[in-house]
C-alpha cells in the first residue's frame, strides 16, 4: 500500500547524531502515530496527532521529539539516541482520533516503517 | 484497562482453518475487538474488527461470544502467505482511544 509513506527506510547513525524520520499519509486522514517496535516485542504506541495537535504522549523519552506541521505530515526528530533506541519506527493514520461512538476505533494504516540502528 | 491474552504461536499446513483465540476478560461495554496482521520488517495491516456474535469479510471471520471475554480469530484455508504475527486489540478503557498491541500470535504456514 501507498496509503502511508515513511523515509528512510533505514537509518544508522551514532549517539551524537540528529536525525529525523518522516512520515506522509495520502488518505486524508486526521489523526497520526508513532510506534516503535523493538526486537521481539510487542509494538509501542510513542505519540498521537489528531488536526496537528499532540493528544498522547506514551512516556517517551525527550531524545524523540515529534512534529506535525499539518495532518499529511508527521516527523521523529531524533538526538543523542542510545543503543537501545535501536528498533523499527513505524508511522500510522486514521481518519480520526477516538473514531465513532463508544469504543469503536479508526482503523489504522501503517506505513513500511523506518529501520534505525543506533550505534 | 482491557489486556488480551492470546498463545505466542500456532502452526498450521496449507489448506487447512485456522482458530486464534484471543482473551480480554476486562473488556469495556462499549468496546470494539480489532485484529492486524504483520508481516516482518512491515507495518500491521488491519484485518477485521468486530462488537459481537459474528462479523466476515474477504479475508477472515470473527467470533465473539455473548459474553464478549474473548474473541477467535477464523483464517479459512491458510497458505504460505498468511504466515505472520496477528495482533487482537481491544481499546483502553480510559476515553483516550489509544490502541495497546500484545505480544500477537506468530502463525507459522507449512506446506
Given at each position: 500500500?501507498?496509503?502511508?509513506?515513511?523515509?528512510?527506510?533505514?537509518?544508522?547513525?551514532?549517539?551524537?547524531?540528529?536525525?529525523?524520520?518522516?512520515?506522509?499519509?495520502?488518505?486524508?486522514?486526521?489523526?497520526?502515530?508513532?510506534?516503535?517496535?523493538?526486537?521481539?516485542?510487542?509494538?509501542?504506541?510513542?505519540?498521537?496527532?489528531?488536526?496537528?495537535?499532540?493528544?498522547?504522549?506514551?512516556?517517551?523519552?525527550?531524545?524523540?521529539?515529534?512534529?506535525?506541521?499539518?495532518?499529511?505530515?508527521?516527523?521523529?526528530?531524533?538526538?543523542?539516541?542510545?543503543?537501545?533506541?535501536?528498533?523499527?519506527?513505524?508511522?500510522?493514520?486514521?481518519?480520526?482520533?477516538?473514531?465513532?461512538?463508544?469504543?469503536?476505533?479508526?482503523?489504522?494504516?501503517?506505513?513500511?516503517?523506518?529501520?534505525?540502528?543506533?550505534? | 484497562?482491557?489486556?488480551?491474552?492470546q498463545p505466542i504461536s500456532m502452526d498450521s499446513y496449507e489448506g487447512q482453518e485456522v482458530n486464534i483465540t484471543?482473551?480480554?476478560?476486562?473488556?469495556?461495554?462499549?468496546?470494539?475487538?480489532?485484529?492486524?496482521q504483520q508481516f516482518p520488517?512491515?507495518?500491521?495491516?488491519?484485518i477485521?474488527?468486530?462488537?459481537?456474535?459474528?462479523?466476515?469479510?474477504?479475508v477472515a471471520?470473527?467470533?465473539?461470544?455473548?459474553?464478549?471475554?474473548?474473541?477467535?480469530l477464523s483464517l479459512p484455508r491458510v497458505s504460505l502467505s498468511d504466515t505472520a504475527v496477528y495482533?487482537?486489540?481491544?481499546?483502553?478503557?480510559?476515553?483516550?482511544?489509544?490502541?495497546?498491541?500484545?505480544?500477537g500470535t506468530r502463525l507459522q504456514v507449512q506446506p
Amino acid at each position: 500500500e501507498t496509503g502511508v509513506t515513511q523515509t528512510p527506510r533505514h537509518l544508522v547513525m551514532g549517539m551524537t547524531n540528529k536525525k529525523s524520520l518522516k512520515c506522509e499519509q495520502h488518505l486524508g486522514h486526521n489523526a497520526m502515530y508513532w510506534y516503535k517496535q523493538s526486537a521481539k516485542k510487542p509494538l509501542e504506541l510513542m505519540f498521537v496527532y489528531s488536526l496537528e495537535e499532540r493528544v498522547e504522549n506514551n512516556s517517551v523519552p525527550s531524545r524523540f521529539s515529534p512534529e506535525c506541521p499539518n495532518s499529511s505530515h508527521l516527523f521523529l526528530h531524533l538526538h543523542t539516541l542510545q543503543p537501545e533506541d535501536s528498533a523499527l519506527y513505524l508511522c500510522a493514520s486514521s481518519q480520526d482520533w477516538g473514531g465513532g461512538v463508544g469504543g469503536y476505533i479508526d482503523t489504522q494504516y501503517f506505513g513500511p516503517g523506518t529501520r534505525l540502528t543506533v550505534l | 484497562l482491557a489486556k488480551t491474552t492470546q498463545p505466542i504461536s500456532m502452526d498450521s499446513y496449507e489448506g487447512q482453518e485456522v482458530n486464534i483465540t484471543c482473551s480480554h476478560n476486562n473488556i469495556a461495554t462499549n468496546d470494539y475487538i480489532t485484529w492486524y496482521q504483520q508481516f516482518p520488517s512491515q507495518g500491521p495491516r488491519f484485518i477485521i474488527q468486530g462488537y459481537k456474535t459474528k462479523v466476515t469479510n474477504e479475508v477472515a471471520s470473527l467470533f465473539i461470544p455473548a459474553d464478549r471475554k474473548s474473541s477467535t480469530l477464523s483464517l479459512p484455508r491458510v497458505s504460505l502467505s498468511d504466515t505472520a504475527v496477528y495482533y487482537c486489540l481491544v481499546a483502553l478503557d480510559t476515553g483516550r482511544r489509544a490502541l495497546t498491541f500484545g505480544s500477537g500470535t506468530r502463525l507459522q504456514v507449512q506446506p
